[in-house]
């Protein structure tokens, strides 16, 4: 894939994830709010069909229209099985 383009807010895969075994994001594209394709795209992430955004596997934009990340929801481990959201 083409290099990514330079970020002025860098974030690591430690910084968007509590558990490197789970990313959780809000699957809703930074551009006009469509629906990303997981494991699709430049970067093996997440690609929108509508206009052309490529994600990597961490939800960060690589390439297109979106003007950022994909978001990342409040959320706690309560315990090793459960996730709360908000």
Same mark, same amino acid.
């Given at each position: ?8 807010? %860098?974030?690591? /895969? *430690? ?15 930074? @551009?006009? +709010?469509?629906? %990303?394709?997981? /494991? *699709? ?15 990597? @596997?961490? +939800? ?5 229209? *979106? ?20």
């Amino acid at each position: 894939p083409p290099p990514p383009p330079p970020r002025p807010a %860098p974030a690591t /895969d *430690a910084e968007r994830c509590k558990k490197p075994e789970w990313l959780i994001v809000i699957g809703v594209c930074t @551009h006009l +709010g469509c629906i %990303p394709q997981p /494991d *699709a795209g430049n970067w093996g992430g997440y690609f929108c069909p509508c206009h052309g955004s490529h994600y990597d @596997h961490a +939800g960060r934009m690589r390439q297109g229209p *979106a003007p950022k990340n994909l978001e990342l929801p409040p959320y706690q481990f309560l315990d090793e099985f459960t996730v709360k959201l908000g």
